[in-house]
C-alpha cells in the first residue's frame, strides 16, 4: 500500500529489454534505500514493482526493477528512457502519518495530458482519457470533483470532470511542482492512472446486492419513498 505521496525523484540509468518484460536502473536513489531490502515493493511513477537488486553507494545509490509484459502494456514505463527522471515512492510504513489517500499502485490505464494552464504560482493541467473498449472500460464513473486520483503515483484532487469530452483537471500547487516529474511533462505526453479504489469497491458490493436478490428487498423502501413524494405533491 502506498499514499501517493512521491519521496523522490529517481533518474533511469538503464533499460535492459528480455522476452517477458524489461529491467530498469533507477539511479541518483541513495535517499530511499537506507531501509532497503531485495523483494521490497517499490512504486516507481505510480506502478508497485519490485526490487531485485540494489547498490545504497555506487552511482549515488541504484536499484532494479523487473517489468512484466502486462505491466509495460499497461503503463508507460515501457516509454521511459535513459536519462529521464521517475517519481519514487516506498511502501507505506505502520509507525507513519497516512496522508495523500489509499493508492495500491496498480496502475489502471493511461491518459494524455492535453492542455497545461499557469494559475498564479499554481499549474493547471487537463488530462484525456482513452476511449473505453471491452477489455477496459470507462473510468470516468470514478472521478468525481473534488475526489482523489493518482497520476504517475501523485496523489492530487480532481478539479473538473467532463464526461462526454472523457477529460479531467488537477492543480499543483507551486510546492508540488518541485517535487514531482509531473509540472515537466509537456502536452501530448502519456501518464500513469489509478483512480480512488474506495469507488471501485463501492461499485462492487452494489452490483453484488443487487444482483444476489438485493433488488427485490429495496422495492418496499422505494415504493414507500414514492408513494410519500406523491403525497407532499398532492398536499402542494
Keep these: 500500500m502506498f499514499t501517493g505521496l512521491i519521496e523522490h525523484v529517481g533518474t533511469v540509468s538503464a533499460i535492459e529489454h528480455d522476452s517477458g518484460g524489461c529491467t530498469l536502473t533507477i539511479a541518483d536513489s541513495a535517499p530511499i534505500l537506507s531501509d532497503c531490502h531485495v523483494g521490497d515493493s517499490i512504486a516507481i511513477n505510480g506502478a508497485c514493482l519490485t526490487v531485485t537488486e540494489f547498490d545504497?553507494?555506487?552511482?549515488?545509490?541504484?536499484?532494479?526493477v523487473w517489468l512484466a509484459n502486462e505491466t509495460l502494456d499497461r503503463t508507460d514505463l515501457g516509454e521511459r528512457k535513459v536519462g529521464e527522471q521517475v517519481n519514487v515512492e516506498r511502501a507505506m510504513g505502520a509507525h507513519v502519518r497516512f496522508g495523500g489517500h489509499f493508492v495500491q499502485a496498480h496502475v489502471d490505464t493511461t491518459a494524455t495530458l492535453i492542455s497545461r494552464t499557469p494559475d498564479g504560482d499554481s499549474l493547471r493541467l487537463l488530462f484525456q482519457l482513452p476511449e473505453p473498449t471491452t477489455e477496459r472500460p470507462s473510468l470516468l464513473p470514478y472521478l468525481i470533483p473534488k475526489g482523489y486520483v493518482a497520476?504517475?503515483?501523485?496523489?492530487?484532487?480532481?478539479?473538473?470532470?467532463?464526461?462526454?469530452?472523457?477529460?479531467?483537471?488537477?492543480?499543483?500547487?507551486?510546492?508540488t511542482q518541485e517535487k514531482i516529474t509531473l509540472s515537466?511533462?509537456?502536452?501530448?505526453?502519456?501518464?500513469?492512472?489509478?483512480?480512488?479504489?474506495?469507488?471501485?469497491?463501492?461499485?462492487?458490493?452494489?452490483?453484488?446486492?443487487?444482483s444476489g436478490g438485493g433488488a427485490e428487498l429495496m422495492r418496499p423502501m422505494i415504493e414507500r419513498i414514492v408513494e410519500d413524494v406523491l403525497a407532499k405533491k398532492k398536499l402542494i
Design 56 to 64: 545504497k553507494e555506487q552511482n549515488g545509490g541504484w536499484f532494479k
Design 151 to 175: 497520476i504517475d503515483g501523485t496523489s492530487l484532487t480532481i478539479t473538473s470532470v467532463d464526461d462526454a469530452k472523457r477529460t479531467f483537471g488537477i492543480m499543483l500547487i507551486k510546492h
Design 184 to 210: 515537466k511533462k509537456p502536452v501530448g505526453s502519456r501518464v500513469n492512472i489509478e483512480v480512488d479504489m474506495i469507488g471501485k469497491l463501492v461499485e462492487k458490493s452494489v452490483h453484488a446486492a443487487l
